[in-house]
T-cell receptor
Framework: NAGVTQTPKFRVLKTGQSMTLLCAQD?????MYWYRQDPGMGLRLIHY???????AKGEVPDGYNVSRLKKQNFLLGLESAAPSQTSVYFC?????????????FGPGTRLTVL | RKEVEQDPGPFNVPEGATVAFNCTYS??????FFWYRQDCRKEPKLLMS???SGNEDGRFTAQLNRASQYISLLIRDSKLSDSATYLC???????????FGAGTTVTVRA
């Protein structure tokens, strides 16, 4: 099993450009998440999904959109990138089991917006 | 106020030493608690869950103090491989959402 994979691993964008980050998991997890991690701050939840076809806003959703058309994939879109979106983006997934919430993370995408 | 706060460190300790650090959380309704480990420029991985009665996993001991709203992690007999950032993670409300602290960095030197 590959676990959680993310594409791409690195990207440099210019302000105003758009891009999509792809997250894929092969563990049949119900829940999937997108986080961003900035220096000195904890991981902050951008958007999450509790099942195929569903998405919800997290703590810092502005400037991002997501889609979960297939259970195994969770896409994060930046429509018009801004320098404030320079960050490391992590995707994660977890089982739907009450009281147990180990989240499995992908290797991250390092995004720089110039 | 942040939901989860940690001393960022770094804690620099020699091999074989014991190191301990805490994390505080603000929401008294928090249900579940975890320590995750994150190596430099890598993804976080679950180290251990934290139970009300406290629990051990080899050289690692986690404690929960609900009255004072903090959890702790103690590492005994530190190894070079323990050098990492340790993230305090708290579940608040819905089972599937976690709040992460910014992390405590531990560096173990030979």
């Amino acid at each position: 099993n590959a676990g959680v994979t993310q594409t791409p691993k690195f990207r440099v964008l210019k302000t105003g450009q758009s891009m999509t980050l792809l997250c894929a998991q092969d563990m049949n997890h119900e829940y999937m998440y997108w986080y961003r991690q900035d220096p000195g701050m904890g991981l902050r939840l951008i958007h999450y999904s509790v099942g195929e076809g569903t998405t919800a806003k997290g703590e810092v959703p502005d400037g991002y959109n997501v889609s979960r058309l297939k259970k195994q994939n969770f896409l994060l879109g930046l429509e018009s990138a801004a320098p404030s979106q320079t960050s490391v983006y992590f995707c994660a997934s977890s089982y739907r089991v009450s009281g147990i919430n180990e989240q499995f993370f992908g290797p991250g995408t390092r995004l720089t917006v110039l | 106020r942040k939901e989860v706060e940690q001393d960022p460190g770094p804690f620099n300790v020699p091999e074989g030493a014991t190191v301990a650090f805490n994390c505080t959380y603000s929401n008294s309704a928090s249900q579940s608690f975890f320590w995750y480990r994150q190596d430099c420029r890598k993804e976080p991985k679950l180290l251990m869950s934290v139970y009300s009665s406290g629990n051990e996993d080899g050289r690692f001991t986690a404690q929960l103090n609900r009255a004072s709203q903090y959890i702790s992690l103690l590492i005994r007999d530190s190894k070079l491989s323990d050098s990492a950032t340790y993230l305090c993670v708290v579940n608040i409300g819905d089972d599937y959402k976690l709040s992460f602290g910014a992390g405590t960095t531990v560096t173990v030197r030979a």
